[in-house]
């Protein structure tokens, strides 16, 4: 993998679109180093526009054909629905200025944005989800044509201020990023309901059985990530033979539990692929 340029290095960067996304990773730019000043924003409400360059310092734009004046790096954080209608008037200026174009729109293929931006575009594509406003999320990263090291490095650098990073060699892999962690922390929520549902059933109240829940799974989280150990050791090493953990892990396995993840995986990678067809 390419070295990750500090992002004092990075080029001017133009984020088409301040919402959530755009402004967690404007945040962790300006956290990081990256000189506001080199940062402009194109977001047409108001109030938005006006809190990020308030907050942040950035030269803040109602339209996104003003944002990108000068800037060698383009951020589409837009939704997907209005996609096409913010490259229309972007399109003359991509082919004059060859900009790196790094979208995080779900399910908008590398060859439509290259088609709706003129053709030759360098596009990279990624997949953050919705930890990344905390500056722990993951984001999963395709680069398109003509994205050569040194643009890999860049659009890796923009989105390392939100969290962690993986490259992905195919497109259609995008369907399954999406389908593991952009729309994982929504398991984890549904576990944490249902998790906290049994507690109030085993008579914990209702405070009692969220912090009970919540920290187990932070605390879970953390020793994946900061011991470096597999998931199934961990396991192993908390279940002891004959004890209250043994019996839970064989009841979820009777019940089948590996293999409704797996299908519930399989149905999000199958329904991306839909829509991004669509």
Same mark, same amino acid.
């Given at each position: 993998? +390419?070295? /990750?340029?500090?992002?004092?290095?990075?080029? $001017? /960067?133009?984020?088409?679109?301040?919402?959530?996304?755009?402004?967690?990773? /404007?945040? #962790?730019?300006?956290?990081?180093?990256?000189?506001?000043?080199?940062?402009?924003?194109?977001?047409?409400?108001?109030? =938005?526009?006006?809190?990020?360059?308030?907050?942040?310092?950035?030269?803040?734009? *109602?339209?996104? +054909?003003?944002?990108?004046?000068?800037?060698?790096?383009?951020? =589409?954080?837009?939704?997907?629905? %209005?996609?096409?209608?913010?490259?229309?008037?972007?399109?003359?200026?991509? *082919?004059?200025?060859?900009?790196?174009? %790094? +979208?995080?729109?779900?399910? /908008?293929? %590398?060859?439509?944005?290259?088609?709706?931006? &003129? !053709?030759?575009?360098?596009?990279?594509?990624?997949?953050?989800?919705?930890?990344?406003?905390?500056?722990? #999320?993951?984001?999963?990263?395709?680069?398109?044509?003509?994205?050569?090291?040194?643009?890999?490095?860049?659009? @890796?650098?923009?989105?390392?201020?939100? !969290?962690?990073?993986?490259?992905?060699?195919?497109? $259609?892999?995008?369907?399954?990023?999406?389908?593991?962690?952009? +729309?994982?922390?929504?398991?984890?929520? =549904?576990?944490? @309901?249902?998790?906290?549902?049994?507690?109030?059933?085993?008579?914990?109240?209702?405070?009692?059985?969220? $912090?009970?829940?919540?920290? $187990?799974?932070? !605390?879970?989280?953390?020793?994946?990530?900061?011991?470096?150990?597999?998931?199934?050791?961990?396991?192993?090493?908390?279940?002891?033979?004959? &004890?209250?953990?043994?019996?839970?892990?064989?009841?979820?396995?009777?019940? !089948?539990? @590996?293999?409704?993840?797996?299908?519930?995986?399989?149905?999000?990678?199958?329904?991306?692929?839909? =829509?991004?067809? &669509?």
């Amino acid at each position: 993998m +390419s070295s /990750i340029p500090d992002p004092t290095e990075l080029p $001017t /960067i133009a984020f088409i679109g301040g919402g959530n996304m755009a402004r967690s990773l /404007i945040g #962790g730019l300006v956290a990081r180093g990256a000189d506001p000043a080199r940062i402009r924003v194109a977001e047409p409400v108001p109030a =938005l526009r006006e809190a990020l360059a308030a907050d942040f310092g950035v030269q803040a734009f *109602a339209e996104a +054909s003003a944002a990108v004046q000068g800037a060698g790096l383009w951020l =589409l954080a837009v939704k997907p629905q %209005v996609m096409r209608a913010a490259c229309a008037p972007l399109a003359a200026t991509a *082919a004059a200025a060859s900009p790196l174009v %790094v +979208s995080i729109a779900a399910g /908008i293929t %590398v060859d439509r944005l290259r088609e709706w931006l &003129g !053709g030759d575009a360098a596009v990279v594509r990624c997949m953050p989800n919705t930890p990344a406003l905390l500056g722990a #999320g993951v984001t999963g990263l395709y680069a398109g044509p003509g994205v050569d090291a040194r643009r890999r490095a860049q659009a @890796e650098a923009v989105l390392a201020a939100a !969290g962690a990073t993986v490259w992905i060699g195919e497109e $259609t892999l995008m369907d399954a990023v999406t389908a593991v962690s952009g +729309s994982g922390p929504a398991y984890v929520f =549904l576990l944490a @309901e249902a998790m906290q549902a049994a507690a109030r059933g085993e008579g914990l109240d209702p405070e009692q059985a969220r $912090t009970l829940v919540v920290h $187990t799974l932070l !605390g879970a989280a953390r020793m994946l990530a900061e011991t470096g150990e597999p998931a199934d050791e961990l396991r192993r090493r908390v279940t002891s033979p004959g &004890g209250t953990t043994q019996a839970a892990i064989e009841r979820f396995q009777a019940d !089948g539990f @590996e293999a409704l993840v797996a299908r519930a995986i399989h149905a999000a990678r199958v329904r991306g692929a839909e =829509l991004a067809g &669509g």
